[in-house]
């Protein structure tokens, strides 16, 4: 978008009426995000926050993120499938190793169909696959020149 005269006077005008930056962009034909950076490099005055801050006497307390998991737990002779106590301890619970670490990654076959499987020949260090499949997979950047002269 092209910042004219104009589009900059709307901008100032809307902006010190103190429209949301939203309403802005609808009004002008473009985004937020457009507004807020035209904004910035005008050094436009600062607005509030619309998220309201805690009042004088409350504290926000937030617990940090951490990725859930859905979990299943074998109790023998329950009924029911419960969580431990929030008072134990959490275990770090490591993922299995990945089975294919040094071997090929090529699939042979159509996935889904009978036969599928990949080809487990010993990987390169570097790349997924063995170097008959790399040859295949990856194309040497002389090559691709030469081709296009």
């Keep these: 978008m092209e ?4 589009t ?20 002008l034909g473009i985004t937020k995000n457009a507004v807020i950076g035209k904004a ?3 050094t436009l005055p600062s607005r509030p926050s619309p998220i309201p801050a805690p009042t004088s006497g409350e504290k926000v307390l937030r617990e940090p993120r951490r ?12 009924a029911s499938l419960t969580a431990p106590s929030a008072a ?4 770090r619970i490591e993922p299995p190793p990945f089975r294919r670490a040094h071997t090929c990654c090529w699939p042979l076959g159509e996935p889904g169909k009978p036969g599928f499987r990949f080809c487990d020949d ?12 790399a040859d295949l997979a990856y ?11």
Excluded at 9 to 25: D, K
Excluded at 88 to 91: E, I, L, T, Y
């Design 3 to 6: 910042w004219t005269e104009e």
């Design 8 to 27: 900059i006077t709307q901008l100032r005008h809307l902006w010190s009426e103190g429209l949301p930056t939203a309403e802005i962009g609808r009004r």
């Design 40 to 42: 910035h490099r005008l």
């Design 67 to 78: 990725a859930t998991r859905a979990k299943s737990f074998h109790v023998s002779g329950a």
């Design 88 to 91: 134990a301890p959490r275990r």
């Design 122 to 133: 010993p990987a390169l260090p570097t790349k997924p696959y063995c170097a008959t499949h």
């Design 139 to 149: 194309v040497k950047i002389r090559e691709k020149r030469e081709e296009a002269a």
